[in-house]
């Protein structure tokens, strides 16, 4: 069936510092790809999105691109702040019937001042 | 316009009792999906209905079951009560079953003691 593969956490960062989560999946057909983030306490938001090869999502600094050669979507930020500690969650939505979306474990992102 | 709300927030039942969690969808939404987290887990789908019927379910037990009434809330039931069911319950509305982003509540808290 399909699945999701990321990066163990937790990550710990400090302010302005560079951030790479990896994700790979592994589907039939091409599904859409998202990044999913959880603050304490809350639900998940929507952070990105991406639905064909090669398009690139991007929201609040957040940036990942769709790659079907190496069936990866990678999330990136250039400069992480405080506020972004969060567990961020990479999913798929297979083709077809209901929309069912496949979860990642996760990965704890914690940036210090 | 109002966001998916869950209720109760927090919950603590006994190994082999019955609970009914709730969730009032976002306006316009006529579709409902039900997650469960475990604690350090990613979501995993339970199952989601549109307009009033199961469309689509995942790989969760028959004492696991759904309700979507006409004003699209929604109700999920979970008989006979297992230590392994304490998770953390997401339901998330969208406004079609099919390529429709996801809107999550901030979900119900059960412990199963």
């Known amino acids: 069936g399909d699945s999701v593969t990321q990066m163990e956490g937790p990550v710990t960062l400090s302010e302005e510092a560079f951030l790479t989560i990896n994700c790979t999946y592994t589907a039939t057909g091409y599904p859409s790809l998202f990044w999913y983030v959880q603050y304490p306490g809350e639900g998940l938001q929507l952070l990105l999105k991406?639905?064909?090869?090669?398009d690139k999502g991007s929201n609040k600094g957040f940036e990942a691109t769709y790659r079907k050669e190496t069936t990866s979507f990678h999330l990136e930020k250039g400069s992480v702040q405080v506020s972004d500690s969060a567990v961020y969650f990479c999913?798929?939505?297979?083709?077809?019937?209901?929309?069912?979306?496949?979860f990642g474990k996760g990965t704890k992102l914690t940036v210090n001042p | 316009e109002t966001g998916v709300t869950q209720s109760p927030t927090h919950l603590i039942k006994t190994r082999g009792q019955q609970v009914t969690l709730r969730c009032s969808s976002q306006s316009g939404h006529n579709t409902v999906s039900w997650y469960q987290q475990a604690l350090g887990q990613g979501p995993q789908f339970i199952f989601q209905?549109?307009?009033?019927?199961?469309?689509g379910r995942g790989n969760f037990p028959p004492r696991f079951s759904g309700l979507q009434f006409p004003n699209y809330s929604s109700e999920l039931n979970v008989n006979a009560l297992e230590l392994d069911d304490s998770a953390l319950y997401l339901c998330a509305s969208s406004f079609d079953r099919l390529n429709s982003p996801l809107h999550f509540g901030n979900g119900t808290r059960l412990t199963v003691t």
């Open positions: 209905y549109y307009r009033e019927e199961e469309n």
């Open positions: 991406a639905t064909k090869a090669d």
């Open positions: 999913a798929l939505v297979s083709q077809g019937g209901s929309e069912k979306l496949v």
